[in-house]
C-alpha cells in the first residue's frame, strides 16, 4: 500500500474515534483543481471554498451526539432489563480515500448520521449525495457542481463554473457569479421553489416548468411562442389514430443565447434572476 493509502487509512481512524477533530487531506497535486465526492446515506453536507492547498473534513459534533444521544435513549428490550448498554463513543465511520486528487468520502448506512462541514480549494469540482438530511451548502467554489438531495434543500451561494441541481423535495437556490459559457445547467425539485441567480451577461437557452406555480424572470426572455409537440409512433395507437402530446414548457434565449439551461419544479415556482 502506498503511503498516502496508510495516511488516509489513519485519518479515518481519528475521525471515528473524535468525531470533532477536524482532519486535514493532503492532495497528490495541490497546483491542479481537485474533486470532491461526497455520498451520504443521511447527513447535511456543508462545503466552504477557501484558499487553502488541502482538503479539511469536519463531523459536526452537535448533530453527531444528538444523534448518538436518540439512539441511546431508545428504550431497551425486555430481555435487556437490569442490563447496562455498552455503545463505542465517537464512532462516525467515515471513510475518506484520496487518490489522483479525488477525494471521496462515504459513511456505511449502518452508522448513525453524520453533518459534515468541508472546507475545499476554492477551485475544485464537486460531486454531493445525500438522501435524508436538511440540506447541501455550498459557498465560494469554483468548478463544475453537481448536487443531489433526496429529502432537503440545495443552497448554493457565490459559486462558479457550471451548476446541476436536483432535490425531491426541498427548494434550490443558486448565485453564480460566473458561469462557464460552454456548459449546460440543470436546475430542478419536484416539491418546493428553485430560485437562480445569474450575471447580467449570461447568454443561454432556457427551458423553464412548473406544473404548479408560476415563473418569474429579471432577465428579457425571448419566447419561442410554440409549445414544444411530440407525435406517437405510427400504429402505435389504435385504428390508425395519431396520440399528439403538448409540452407546456417554455423555451427562450437570454442575450442572444448559448448553452441550455433548465429549470423545472412540479409544485413550486421558479424565480430567475439577474445578479446586482
Not at 479515518?12 to 497528490?28: D, F, G, H, N
Not at 436538511?134 to 459559486?159: C, K, M, P, S, W
Not at 457569479?177 to 447568454?203: A, C, E, Q, Y
Request: glycine share 8%.
Amino acid at each position: 500500500m502506498k503511503p498516502l493509502g496508510i495516511l488516509f487509512l489513519f485519518a479515518a481512524v481519528v475521525l471515528a474515534r473524535e468525531p470533532s477533530e477536524k482532519i486535514s487531506v493532503p492532495l497528490q497535486d495541490p497546483s491542479r483543481p481537485a474533486r470532491i465526492q461526497v455520498h451520504l446515506l443521511a447527513g447535511a453536507i456543508t462545503v466552504r471554498g477557501a484558499d487553502i492547498r488541502d482538503v479539511e473534513v469536519e463531523v459536526d459534533s452537535d448533530a453527531h451526539r444528538h444523534s448518538r444521544e436518540s439512539h441511546s435513549n431508545r428504550a431497551a428490550p425486555p430481555e435487556a432489563d437490569g442490563m447496562k448498554r455498552l455503545d463505542l463513543p465517537g464512532s462516525s465511520g467515515l471513510d475518506i480515500v484520496e487518490e489522483n486528487n479525488v477525494v471521496t468520502i462515504r459513511t456505511p448506512p449502518w452508522k448513525t448520521p453524520n453533518d459534515l462541514v468541508i472546507t475545499v480549494p476554492r477551485r475544485c469540482s464537486l460531486q454531493l449525495k445525500s438522501l435524508n438530511s436538511r440540506g447541501i451548502f455550498v459557498d465560494r467554489v469554483d468548478g463544475e457542481i453537481d448536487v443531489d438531495e433526496l429529502n432537503g434543500q440545495i443552497a448554493l451561494t457565490n459559486v462558479s463554473g457550471s451548476v446541476v441541481a436536483h432535490s425531491l423535495n426541498g427548494g434550490v437556490v443558486v448565485t453564480l457569479d460566473r458561469i462557464d459559457p460552454s456548459k449546460p445547467m440543470s436546475f430542478s425539485t419536484l416539491n418546493g421553489n428553485i430560485d437562480v441567480t445569474l450575471p447580467d451577461n449570461v447568454k443561454a437557452n432556457v427551458r423553464l416548468k412548473t406544473d404548479n406555480g408560476a415563473i418569474y424572470s429579471d432577465f428579457d426572455v425571448r419566447l419561442n411562442p410554440q409549445f414544444g409537440m411530440t407525435e406517437g409512433e405510427p400504429g402505435s395507437q389504435p385504428d390508425g389514430m395519431h396520440r399528439l402530446h403538448l409540452d407546456h414548457t417554455l423555451r427562450g434565449t437570454i442575450n442572444g443565447g448559448g448553452p441550455e439551461f433548465q429549470f423545472t419544479s412540479f409544485n413550486g415556482k421558479i424565480y430567475l434572476r439577474k445578479k446586482k
